[in-house]
């Protein structure tokens, strides 16, 4: 349920994208405690493809 977060494996590099322009920040949902606005979330960890054991999770906040 990832949202606003796409990753890539480049060589030996794991590169993560989101967008954090205007419309991303003003469209970002509250957070379960109302305290920050969800910008972007993998929604938990992720499975790096082709890297045996390997996973992330990231979450992109701001302030409400």
């Known amino acids: ?3 606003n977060v796409e990753y890539a494996v480049k ?3 794991l590169v ?3 967008d954090i322009g ?3 920040i003003n469209a970002a949902p509250p957070s379960k405690t109302g305290k920050t606005n ?7 960890s992720v499975k790096v493809e ?3 054991g390997l ?3 990231v979450n992109l906040m701001q302030k409400s």
Request: hydrophobic residues 30%; positive net charge.
């Open 11 to 13: 060589g030996n590099k």
């Open 22 to 24: 205007p419309g991303s």
């Open 50 to 52: 082709g890297k045996d």
């Open 55 to 57: 996973s992330f999770s």
């Open 38 to 44: 969800l910008v972007a979330s993998t929604g938990g």
């Open 1 to 3: 349920m990832a949202h």
């Open 16 to 18: 993560i994208t989101m």
